[in-house]
């Protein structure tokens, strides 16, 4: 049975975090470090070595660098100017469908990852998105061919090289839809889908990719994959910019549960790139079937009103 917290009406993003946190401690306990605990220990050799490579951890610290200066502009900055600048369009402040879980996830094709997450996919029966780096999919066709098979599956833009969008003119992120968007078209479908690197927005990017008919994709749920490769767990900051709760801090499995649960649904974020996430999924989808959730994608129609 989906547990049954008090849902909330949609409100500005970093006020939305603590009415998550709030929720989260409403229905559910802190795990004993039991059967979740067990499943965001550390990853098995073959996954581990991967995330342990350099580009991996460079790429987790930008996403650190990124995910903190957004948490610092919804501090500082007042909602309606970063509504007005399209700034982050990856915030979703509608209600998610009740009971239905999309996962997505960013940054691939993987090699060594991708194939994991497609082999647990495919033995629950459950269909996921796969937010593309075009370059990487030039570069790995045999893996995005491979997503592609999986039933139900999503292919979407996330770019081609993955910049911040806020720190690139707007030119270069015409370059970067478009690129992306000649590379993968035939894989998009009919209603393609575009989500932006680190989620991070602009109003002329916006306008781009809704005259090449994309709808633009955020997230419900941050999984904070990218955070929980430390030995000391997430920081109280990056914490509070992913919505984690201390007593999930050291508890990536726990905190994604809790965090749909709370959400009762939604669009859960994570990355390719990221073995823990690679490697908790098939606890993760387990779990949430137990709890009665059922599994989608954003192209689905029940997830229009989540789209931008």
Known sequence: ???????????????????????????????????????????????????????????????????????????????DDLRRTCRFESDIATLPPEGVVALTFDDGPEPGHTEQILAVLARHQVPATFFLIAEKAKAHPELVAQARALPGAVIGNHSWSHPNFHDIPVAEQSGEVDRADALLHADLGTAPLFRYPYGNSS???NELVHTKGYRIVGWHVDSCDWAFDGPNGLSAAEALSCGVLPAYRRDFLGHVVASVRAHRGGVVLMHETQHISVDNLDALIVKLQAEGYKFSTPAAPEYAASLR
Do not use: D, W, Y
């Open 203 to 205: 109003c002329e990017t």
């Open 1 to 79: 049975m989906i547990p049954n917290p008090p849902r909330h009406s949609p409100r500005p993003p970093v006020a939305a975090l603590f009415a998550i946190a709030m929720a989260i401690l409403a229905c559910n306990t802190p795990p004993a470090r039991g059967e979740e605990a067990a499943a965001s220990a550390p990853a098995p050799a073959s996954a581990a070595s991967s995330a342990e490579s350099a580009h991996a951890r460079s790429h987790a610290e930008t996403m650190r660098r990124t995910h903190l200066v957004r948490l610092q502009e919804h501090l500082e900055k007042p909602e």
